[in-house]
């Protein structure tokens, strides 16, 4: 007799182990654009001062200044002296100038910060991915496919999404995507408001959240209680969001970045080839809509409201701005890929009691 139970637990290793590897690998490109992409990135966190709006962005830089205040000088000292014999060795000078375009702050004085605060970004990877697994446990309690699964497509798209540019808090903003879905589909409302506050000191494009809390929580609740939750969030978004805009008012930079127009973003999309990309995501998403969990559906207005964001006012290719949605577009993914196969019903992948 097959022992499902011990499979099971293998099969959890594995997706693990995968995990851990292949997020370090999706750690290369991302440094590489949030280093040496010509964009404000780690040179700017966690010591001296960003230009607007990424200055808004606080809740890293606080908590990557407090992990380095944290590290013993006994810890640093090897660590700092092993980097730069790294970076002074005629693989580490090749690899700086073949795929940095500008010098990325790897002198003596900055290298080691350079390195925790990568080292924070793949930890917030690693609970991105955690809280990934759990929120399609939650979303699909009938199989376990679709959270083993989960992490393994998002490790799939991630290296396309990271490649032009990136910054400290955008794992951190998946890991917020995932945790706020996963207590509004808990129905944990309290709890969600005091993270739906802190995900806004993270970014704020916890905007969109309130788009998709409205579509999915309207007539599961009282009303009155809807208005007030649907008032609580607007509420401290625009006192987080307003409170953060009066102290970095004498800031340099632009209050949401770049703007472009729509066709710029269309001729990006062509000239690179990237619509192949996305029409492939946009079929795959769709695929047996009407089977797809109520929570996925009710997502679509965020989904469309964050794209056409996207495409009006984003910096082509700057695919890290559709993060917020990220996580429901993997999962939508996700559950086409398991019903196209019909693996969802397999012994293997049935609820461990």
């Not at 010509?38 to 230009?51: E, F, I, K, Q």
């Not at 697994?133 to 490790?155: D, I, K, Q």
């Not at 993270?202 to 959240?209: G, I, P, Q, R, V």
Request: overall charge positive; some cysteine; glycine content about 6%.
């Amino acid at each position: 007799m097959v022992n499902h139970f011990s499979i099971k637990r293998l099969l959890l290793a594995l997706v693990i182990a995968y995990s851990l590897i292949s997020s370090a690998y999706v750690m290369v490109p991302f440094a590489i654009g949030a280093t040496g992409s010509g964009y404000t990135g780690l040179d700017s966190y966690p010591y001296g001062t960003p230009s607007r709006p990424m200055v808004y962005r606080v809740l890293m830089p606080m908590v990557m200044k407090a992990a380095l205040h944290l590290v013993p000088d006994a810890v640093e000292r090897p660590v700092k002296a092993q980097l730069i014999s790294w970076r002074d060795s005629d693989e580490g000078k090749a690899f700086v100038k073949k795929y940095f375009l500008r010098k990325p702050p790897l002198d003596d004085g900055q290298i080691f910060e350079s390195a925790a605060v990568l080292c924070v970004c793949y930890v917030t990877l690693l609970m991105f991915l955690g809280m990934l697994y759990m929120l399609a446990r939650a979303m699909f309690p009938e199989s376990t496919s679709y959270a083993l699964l989960a992490p393994f497509v998002a490790l799939q798209v991630l290296p396309i999404l990271t490649v032009n540019n990136g910054y400290i808090y955008d794992f951190s903003e998946l890991f917020f995507s995932c945790l706020l879905t996963w207590l509004m589909l808990k129905g944990r409302y309290c709890v969600y408001l005091i993270a739906f506050a802190i995900a806004t000191l993270n970014k704020e494009t916890t905007l969109f959240m309130i788009v998709f809390f409205a579509a999915y929580v309207f007539r599961k609740v009282p009303f009155r209680q809807y208005r007030n939750l649907m008032l609580a969030q607007c509420v401290l978004y625009v006192a987080i969001k307003g409170a953060l805009m009066l102290y970095f008012a004498s800031y340099p930079g632009e209050l949401i970045g770049p703007k472009v127009t729509v066709a710029g973003n269309l001729h990006y999309l062509w000239q690179w080839g990237d619509y192949k990309f996305l029409l492939f995501a946009l079929a795959l998403m769709a695929y047996r809509w009407t089977q797809k969990p109520a929570v996925l559906r009710a997502g679509l207005p965020m989904l469309l409201v964050h794209w056409g964001i996207y495409f009006a006012i984003c910096v082509p290719g700057e695919y890290r701005d559709l993060y917020w949605s990220l996580p429901a577009m993997l999962l939508l993914m996700t559950h086409s890929l398991v019903s196209g196969v019909d693996i969802a019903k397999h012994p293997l992948f049935s609820p461990v009691k």
